[in-house]
């Protein structure tokens, strides 16, 4: 099919007047084939009803919370749908529900099981533009589910491949995916490409344009995927694409921050098996995400060091269980520390290339910026520095490769 | 089934603290058996979101705007749920397509066609609070639809029929049904009972305490309606009964008052067919609710007057149009008037009384207030007055009558 998905987030859907700015890029589209648009929540609606639930229980229920939080979206789409017909466009809004998006039964975050597309493409082959609520869906028992964080990035691409649509776009709030932050590196440049794999390293440290769920579910079926900007829709922005097509010379594709970082660490833990496995369940069970994790060993091997990071606002909480754990398993002491940030590179051929790595670390080095953990996969690295050497670190990283 | 339902309009679920203050009553009628809760949106949600729709579109697209308006129950449901969990009680918000409430695909004041119960039993056999959304249901085809006014009311109502409730009972923000507003009759008395056709009366002229269409519904099911207050829940309130068991010796019920009137009139229109239809029909086309109507004849009979009121706000939108037909069909000019009130008094014996009707007539001259027009049924006689006079009119009304 020559359908086309877009996506626009809460920031480009904020106010009406933003959601008349969306219909404006939505009807020109339309003029030219069929449209499915995604939109999230009106800008800060999920954390005003967040808000509400709170004062209604102090731990609201998970199903009553998924059937609170899907109003966002019907909002914001029901709107959309008002201005687009205002343009003498057709369309028609579509819950989770309508659109036949079953998931799991799993509340607040549940996955994509199935999308039923048969009232979506009845739509279609009317001529209307179809306006989807993103982040939701249904069971198989009619309960209403939320997808989670990234949640309105997967709904699109999930509609897009299960639609079969030649593309999807995804709008920001920024014109596409760059080689650093733009605020931090004035010298930073757009890619106009970039491969999945480089593209889920960005997202995951960091540079929040794009989910990687719908990264990975996008790649998992070939879709391409371009990011463009709400506000200056006339941009390219950057294409996602397979492995095949990108440039695989580039060593390093961008710099990124992620200055929302606490480090933690239980210090001279007996080295016997099951430890790691204690702390990070218990850590797990509290719903703490751990990011970064490092085992070093100490002096004779007879006891350990566990660093790993945190997000700043669960650092307490962390650090409360991790003093609890540190006394049952006889660990020397804990050690907490906000003052943290990853500065990461980014770069499909950084596997084959060893000299960047160690280039990062000795400019780093020279500019007396102080390494504090190392994290590394096939395709990005990671260092944690202090949070106060941050933005000096990125803009130093971006210089060195010439970005 | 020994099923209760309870209904909680706006004011009663305005906030998150009222909302918890529902659900203690909620928990009360849980304990004693099954609970079907039934509640309209928060407080002013339906403004807010009118007002959006507004901003988004001239004249937003009635099948948005109920995807839309819909949205505010599944919040406060959402909510009350959270806050009967909260306190121990199992609870599950159900939303209108949820319910198995289908419609007429009529958008922003569709009928109820049918309940499939199914889903709502399940819960109830599970021991769960169901806690319904008002207003709403879906189209056969699955769009959402709203009930129009008195929507929440009804849709209580309907609940309790199609489960086979014992009762059901709506609350409010007062105790019950009063012989005349206690806010300008400081005399006026609670009516522990009212037949559901005096009842009927009450709520066209005035009496916002319960919708007619709902008191329709409730006498067509013969099912028991009781008026109760959410902030006096153990005040016995008012029940509506059919008229077997009503006081029929009682002339007078009680009198009310509706002040959102205003007089248009046609004058001096050419005495020839389908003018009256001409009129009216361009009102109702153009959404404009007409209340009382009267036409009188001039002498000689070659031209009438037709004289009818309106909603204040719908006044200027009346006028424009009358102009326009007025000049059309030759008619000698219009009037406006917005300075008008209707009291009324109601009463299931008023038919065999005629002296009743001489009597309020005869009092309001002798207090020097001008009748401006008069309409009766055969449990109602009212009188627009000047508002000025309107609160002098009840009280003196109530006196008379011994209320």
Redesign the interface.
């Known amino acids: 099919m020559n359908l086309i998905v877009q996506k626009f987030g809460g920031t480009s859907v904020k106010s ?2 933003r ?2 700015n969306v219909a404006g890029i939505i009807a020109r589209a339309a003029a030219a084939g069929p449209v499915v648009a995604v939109a999230s929540a009106m800008g800060d609606t999920t954390d005003y ?1 967040l808000k ?2 709170q ?4 731990s ?2 998970r ?3 998924d ?2 939080l ?2 966002g979206e ?2 914001s ?7 687009l ?2 343009r003498g466009v057709q369309a ?2 579509m ?1 989770g ?2 659109l036949g998006i079953t998931t799991e039964n799993v509340h607040t975050a549940a996955r994509i099981v199935e999308i039923k597309t048969d ?1 979506i493409r009845r739509h279609l082959e009317c001529g209307r533009v179809v306006v989807a609520a993103g982040f939701q869906g249904t069971t198989a028992e ?3 589910t939320t997808l989670g964080r990234g949640g309105s990035d997967t709904t699109a691409v999930a509609l897009a491949a299960a639609l079969g649509a030649r593309t999807c776009d995804i709008y920001t709030d920024v014109s596409g995916v760059y080689t650093a932050d733009p605020n931090i590196v004035p010298t930073a440049k757009l890619l106009p490409e970039i491969s999945y794999d480089e593209m889920l390293e960005m997202a995951r440290v960091g540079a929040q344009v794009l989910h990687p769920r719908a990264v990975v579910l996008a790649r998992q079926y070939g879709l391409p995927l371009r990011v463009r900007n709400t506000f200056d829709p006339d941009h390219k922005g950057t294409v996602l694409k397979g492995v095949g097509q990108m440039e695989i010379y580039r060593p390093v594709s961008g710099v990124t921050l992620d200055r929302d970082q606490a480090r933690l660490a239980i210090l001279q833990v007996p080295d016997r098996p099951g430890i790691a496995g204690e702390v990070f369940g218990a850590l797990a069970n509290s719903h703490i995400s751990v990011d970064m994790i490092i085992q070093a060993f100490h002096e004779g091997g007879a006891v350990n060091d566990i660093t790993f990071t945190v997000k700043r606002n669960q650092l307490q909480a962390a650090r409360a269980l991790l003093e609890q754990i540190a006394s049952t398993v006889g660990a020397g002491g804990i050690l907490a520390d906000q003052d943290v940030a990853k500065v990461s590179i980014v770069g499909a051929g950084l596997m084959d290339q060893p000299e960047v790595a160690a280039t990062m670390f000795r400019e780093l080095g020279r500019a007396r910026i102080n390494i504090k953990m190392i994290s590394t996969s096939d395709i990005r690295i990671s260092c944690v520095v202090s949070d106060g050497d941050s933005e000096r670190a990125v803009q130093l990283v971006h210089d060195v490769f010439h970005l």
């Not at 004062?55 to 102090?58: G, W, Y």
């Not at 789409?77 to 201005?83: E, F, G, R, V």
């Open positions: 009406v007047a959601i008349k009803l509400l639930a004062q209604a229980s102090a609201p229920d199903r009553e919370l059937a609170l899907a109003t019907q909002i789409i029901a709107l959309l749908s008002m201005a017909r205002e028609v809004s819950s529900p309508q009232a009619g309960d209403i």
